[in-house]
């Protein structure tokens, strides 16, 4: 690894299957669970809170990843595997502006790359709710939420066994890819 990493902010609805996906991808580096551009007057939000609809956070997952091993498309591309961007504020059977997905960013580089990506994304829905925005404001989440399915291995994920296996499949792609 390089030490030249790259950091991007995925809201993908319930936190806990989302970051169980990049955690899962080879050249990511960390992950933590927390969240994103709500009302930066609320300064580090509860999960009771933010489950009040009140807030506009969103649960957010901070990749950070290294670049000469993962390319932020790879990247994408396992994210809408595991999203539905025509739901707006729900994913899954979890409903609520705390469940709206989208990807935040502080470097416009990393920016600049999603909107491209996104052009592409958008032609094949009929509707796209996913945010594409400068990150604002992120906070973790309580330390109980960070790696939860590691540490409950029969909870909840909104995520199926088969976008995880197509995740996997991506993953493996990459890599020989990368070989």
Known sequence: MNGNFKTVYLAGGCFWGTEMVFKSLHGVVNTSVGYANGNPEIVNPSYKLVCTNTTGYKETVKVVY????????VILEAYFLCIDPTLKNRQ????????????YAEDEDVLENVRKYFEEEKKKYPVFYTELEPLTVYYDAEEYHQNYLAKNPGGYCHITKHEMEQVRELDRKNRTEEE
Do not use: W
Not at 66 to 73: A, G, K, T
């Open 92 to 103: 899954g059977n979890d409903i609520g502006t705390q469940y709206q997905t989208g990807v």
């Open 66 to 73: 290294d670049p000469e091993i993962i390319s932020l498309n």
